[in-house]
């Protein structure tokens, strides 16, 4: 059963930092695709990034280049989102999400996801 757990989500002010982390369990993680995804009230949801088996990184949001990365730790079975330099309009539920594919897909995974974790972008 494939588990996906976020964390790491609050409140920052404008400008701020946060990291994202995602723990996943229940299927052969270093075989698959993974990605982030977010949704805000009100708002379709929304591809971030995502990471191929081979490491082939994918963004779908160009606001987001340069100021988030996503990385993958195949010993941990764990990928973080490190979000640099927010701003009001990141503020959204972010999901953690895998498709169990070897690469990305054209709008980023979103079978199987994880709960969530809201971040907000606020003075």
């Known amino acids: 059963q494939v588990q996906l757990v976020e964390s790491g989500g609050g409140l920052v002010q404008p400008g701020g930092s946060l990291r994202l982390s995602c723990a996943a369990s229940g299927f052969g993680f270093n075989y698959y695709a993974i990605g982030w995804f977010r949704q805000a009230p009100g708002k379709e949801r929304e591809g971030i990034v995502c990471i191929s088996m081979v490491g082939t990184t994918t963004y779908y949001v160009d606001s987001v280049k340069g100021r988030f990365t996503m990385f993958r730790d195949n010993a941990k079975n764990t990928v973080y989102l490190q979000m640099n330099s927010l701003k009001p309009e990141d503020t959204a539920v972010y999901y953690c999400?895998?498709?169990?594919?070897?690469?990305?897909?054209?709008?980023?995974?979103?079978?199987?996801r994880g709960q969530g974790t809201q971040v907000t972008v606020s003075s």
């Open positions: 999400a895998t498709d169990r594919n070897a690469g990305c897909s054209a709008y980023g995974p979103v079978r199987y």
